[in-house]
């Protein structure tokens, strides 16, 4: 048994900030996990979580479903890679059109971030035109070409590094029908982005009239409308969000559920933007006039694992448990929350749930001021909860699977207790 803080040190040398991903930095360190199984996961210290990231919500199965493990095992000892056309990539391309009202067509890439770069591509191709428009604080991945309007309230990309001649051709506007209707006057726009559960898989909500809205001002003005279901698709319904509520785009770009919780993503949409990738349209006999490579994609043990899980998302019951949990969870830190005298907003759609602190109701704030935790309370309540044996997705959200029981609901909010106990005791949260 190595211990965490041990681990951390030894990782620290090796990788920059000891981390693979910014977001699993964790002061004063991360724990190190050897083992995850249904809901649960231990760490190399021997310690249990009940977790409520689950992979970045990639696992809407549960950790290692049998089934999505055997098909992988199988597939391992056909072969690993080859490179080649098979025939587990039609078959998972054929559960995407079937399921996701858009798709005539799915293209396969190696994350979600490649299908936001990609369904953009496309819809720079298509339109003609090379702006884009993305909606305040939404989240499309760390490429270049999706950093600017990603932290609410700033037209600054996240990050260094990102030229600004690639900014210039983003515009940010707010999530609601003027805002895009104003900045779809400039010509130069052909593309609109939108996170299909509002910003930050819902900690910003998008009301379904919204999406309705915004949907009915792209198709007015002629634009490419992309929807990013990288958190809804196979989660807010079989279909994603376009299927629950009967919005649909042109594209969507998928990740995280749609690999069956394996690396990789997928763009899917209408055949006539789709069919730019085709080889046979090609301008000079060789290549397509929409350029996609990728040495990974589709590769056939991800489609197996993929393939497996399909079975189960595409029934809708598997949903329908991760939601009733995350309902009780919901219910429970509401609940929690009253008895302990704490103030705020407990809330999230399907297999999610958010928390904001604070005595605004969450219509009455910008999407900054929702997303705009303190850090005492960031440390304390998720540093808590940890402490306590539960892991969340983020500060203040979880996430739940199929795998989430309702005694393991009951479990973590006996955790939210003794740590809304401790916050209140300590003056860390306002009761
Ligand atoms: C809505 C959304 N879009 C894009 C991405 C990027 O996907 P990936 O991390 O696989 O690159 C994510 C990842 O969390 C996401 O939630």
Not at 56 to 64: R, V
Not at 249 to 255: I, K, N, Q
Not at 282 to 307: C, E, M, Q, W, Y
Not at 310 to 329: H, V
Request: proline share 5%.
């Amino acid at each position: 048994m190595t211990a965490n803080k041990d681990l951390s040190h030894r990782a620290r040398a090796a990788l920059p900030g000891g981390v693979s991903h910014e977001l699993r930095y964790r002061a004063p360190h991360p724990i190190y996990i050897t083992r995850a199984q249904g809901a649960e996961k231990w760490d190399t210290e021997g310690r249990r979580y009940i977790d409520f990231k689950m992979g970045s919500a990639s696992q809407m199965l549960g950790h290692s479903h049998p089934d999505v493990v055997e098909a992988l095992q199988q597939a391992a000892t056909t072969a690993i890679f080859s490179a080649d056309c098979h025939l587990g990539e039609i078959e998972w391309a054929e559960w995407v059109n079937r399921l996701v009202p858009c798709a005539e067509r799915t293209r396969f890439c190696a994350s979600g971030s490649e299908a936001t770069m990609l369904a953009i591509r496309l819809g720079r191709a298509f339109s003609g035109k090379p702006g884009v428009l993305r909606i305040d604080g939404h989240y499309h991945g760390w490429h270049d070409h999706a950093l600017k309007g990603a932290k609410p309230g700033s037209d600054q990309p996240t990050s260094l590094g990102v030229p600004q001649a690639v900014s210039d051709l983003i515009t940010v506007c707010a999530a609601n029908p003027q805002s895009m209707e104003s900045a779809l006057q400039d010509p130069q726009i052909g593309t609109v982005i939108i996170e299909a559960s509002g910003a930050n898989y819902g900690s910003v909500p998008l009301a379904t009239d919204t999406l309705r809205a915004l949907h009915d001002v792209a198709r007015k003005t002629g634009v490419v409308l992309i929807f990013d279901e990288i958190i809804t698709g196979f989660r807010w319904s079989p279909g994603g969000r376009q299927a629950r509520d009967g919005i649909v785009p042109d594209l969507t770009t998928l990740a995280k559920v749609v690999t069956g919780g394996l690396p990789g993503g997928a763009v899917c949409g209408k055949a006539e933007i789709m069919e730019l990738m085709n080889n046979a349209e090609s301008r000079d006999g060789l290549s397509p006039p929409v350029s996609h490579k990728g040495t990974f994609n589709a590769s056939p043990l991800i489609a197996a694992g993929a393939n497996a899980a399909m079975k189960y998302l595409s029934t809708g019951t598997l949903q329908a448990q991760a939601d009733a949990m995350a309902a009780r969870l919901r219910d429970g830190i509401a609940a929690l929350m009253d008895q302990h005298g704490i103030t705020g907003t407990v809330y999230g759609e399907s297999s999610t749930c958010h928390m904001y602190f604070g005595t605004a109701a969450l219509d009455e704030l910008s999407p900054a001021q929702i997303r705009t935790v303190q850090p005492t309370l960031v440390n304390g309540l998720r540093g808590g909860l940890l402490k306590r044996g539960v892991d969340l997705m983020s500060h203040t959200s979880c996430v739940t699977s199929a795998a989430h029981t309702p005694a393991l609901i009951d479990e973590a909010l006996g955790a939210f207790d003794s740590t809304f106990a401790a916050l209140v005791k300590d003056g860390l949260i306002a009761a």
